[in-house]
């Protein structure tokens, strides 16, 4: 069984994966919480720095590593023509069988279709997740 990389052997190895699917290797990173499935094939990212993004998604990765377990990388949607990609991992093997997660190493994946995101301020954001939700009740 492969031992999960570090984070910069990890991203290497996505950016290549990315490349093989047709889809750009550079990388925005956001948390799952940060993309919204809108209707008709929408997804909207909330805006974030570069930095503050690219450094919790180093941290989040590290936390799956030093736990032990599988770590996804996972490619969402197409940003300003960027992959949008989020790290995960879980400790609860219920969870991870759920998702089909390695017990350890990396998982790569990538959305098909690749639909394209939009940017969207943390106003423009919430707002459409209460619309969905109002919708829904």
């Given at each position: 069984?492969?031992?999960?990389?570090?984070?910069?052997?990890?991203?290497?190895r996505?950016?290549?994966?990315?490349r093989s699917?047709?889809?750009p290797?550079e990388i925005v990173?956001r948390r799952?919480?940060?993309?919204?499935?809108?209707?008709?094939h929408r997804?909207?990212?909330?805006?974030?720095?570069?930095?503050a993004?690219?450094a919790e998604?180093?941290?989040?990765?590290e936390?799956?590593?030093g736990?032990?377990?599988?770590?996804e990388l996972r490619?969402?949607?197409?940003l300003?023509?960027?992959a949008?990609a989020?790290?995960?991992?879980?400790?609860d093997s219920?969870?991870?069988?759920?998702?089909?997660?390695p017990?350890?190493?990396?998982?790569?994946?990538v959305?098909?279709p690749?639909?394209?995101?939009?940017?969207?301020?943390?106003?423009?954001f919430?707002r459409?997740r209460r619309?969905?939700?109002?919708a829904?009740?």
């Amino acid at each position: 069984m492969e031992e999960t990389p570090p984070f910069e052997v990890a991203v290497a190895r996505f950016k290549e994966f990315l490349r093989s699917q047709g889809w750009p290797s550079e990388i925005v990173w956001r948390r799952e919480d940060e993309i919204f499935h809108c209707l008709y094939h929408r997804i909207l990212v909330r805006r974030r720095g570069f930095g503050a993004a690219a450094a919790e998604a180093r941290a989040n990765f590290e936390a799956g590593r030093g736990q032990g377990v599988g770590v996804e990388l996972r490619a969402y949607c197409q940003l300003a023509g960027a992959a949008c990609a989020v790290v995960y991992w879980t400790a609860d093997s219920d969870e991870a069988a759920r998702h089909l997660m390695p017990e350890q190493g990396l998982k790569l994946v990538v959305a098909v279709p690749r639909l394209k995101g939009r940017s969207a301020s943390a106003f423009a954001f919430w707002r459409e997740r209460r619309k969905r939700r109002s919708a829904w009740g």
